[in-house]
């Protein structure tokens, strides 16, 4: 069983940035790929970043190619996700989510473990 648990979420300007956290307890957090997804008022969710388990391969929806950073920290069991130059249909619940295999995915359908969400809100 995995726990994880998001933070850094807020309100912010058009133009600025953001950094969310993922914390994970549980199993070895070293042994999970980890992604980013979020989800807009009456939107289906969507991918957003991911990274595998060394961050060697890491993959980005083509809306956040550049302006955001995925990464992660190991040894802190922490995932996380740099966000700048952000605009208003940046503006969702952003969840980390984790699953046990050999490459990262885009598809939700794929991870397991989910945190509880946190809210980014970004003002024209």
């Known amino acids: 069983q995995v726990q994880l648990v998001e933070s850094g979420g807020g309100l912010v300007q058009a133009g600025g940035s953001l950094r969310l956290s993922c914390a994970a307890s549980?199993?070895?957090?070293?042994?999970?790929?980890m992604g980013w997804f979020r989800q807009a008022p009456a939107k289906e969710r969507e991918f957003v970043a991911a990274?595998?388990?060394?961050?060697?391969?890491?993959y980005y929806a083509d809306s956040v190619k550049g302006r955001f950073t995925i990464s992660r920290d190991n040894a802190k069991s922490t995932v996380y996700l740099q966000m700048n130059s952000l605009k208003p249909e940046d503006t969702a619940v952003y969840y980390c989510?984790?699953?046990?295999?050999?490459?990262?995915?885009?598809?939700?359908?794929?991870?397991?473990?989910w945190g509880q969400g946190t809210q980014v809100t970004v003002s024209s």
């Open positions: 989510a984790c699953a046990a295999r050999l490459g990262p995915s885009v598809v939700a359908g794929d991870y397991g473990y």
């Open positions: 549980g199993r070895t957090f070293g042994r999970y790929v």
């Open positions: 990274t595998s388990w060394s961050g060697g391969t890491i």
